[in-house]
Nanobody
Framework: QVQLVESGGGLLQAGGSLRLSCAAS????????MSWFRQAPGKEREFVAT????????NYADSVKGRFTVSRDNAKNTVYLQMNSLAPEETAVYYC?????????????????????WGQGTQVTVSS
């Protein structure tokens, strides 16, 4: 089992920045690909960013490229999401998730169903 706890959410104005953290415990953190998703009210959970086990490879949703940065510190068992230039439509609950690598999940890394472990989420509210 892997336990994930997000933190860092809050209320901010459009154009602002926020850094989310996700602390992991349980099994070896560096064995897992880590990703961030978000879910707005009435919408499906959507992929935001992912980072490989050792942090060498990252990938982002088109909507956040150039504004968001995912990183991880395996010594601290923590993954981060730095978010800049936030817009009101990005108001959502942000979740971190963990998966172990498989051929299928590597291809469909953006699908929530491919993730084994989830945090409880942290609310990000961007006001206009």
């Amino acid at each position: 089992q892997v336990q994930l706890v997000e933190s860092g959410g809050g209320l901010l104005q459009a154009g602002g920045s926020l850094r989310l953290s996700c602390a992991a415990s349980g099994r070896t953190f560096s064995n897992y690909v880590m990703s961030w998703f978000r879910q707005a009210p009435g919408k499906e959970r959507e992929f935001v960013a992912t980072i490989s086990e050792m942090g060498r490879t990252t990938n982002y949703a088109d909507s956040v490229k150039g504004r968001f940065t995912v990183s991880r510190d395996n010594a601290k068992n923590t993954v981060y999401l730095q978010m800049n230039s936030l817009a009101p439509e990005e108001t959502a609950v942000y979740y971190c998730a963990a998966r172990q690598r498989t051929l299928s999940s590597d291809i469909y890394y953006y699908r929530p169903a491919n993730y084994n472990y989830w945090g409880q989420g942290t609310q990000v509210t961007v006001s206009s």
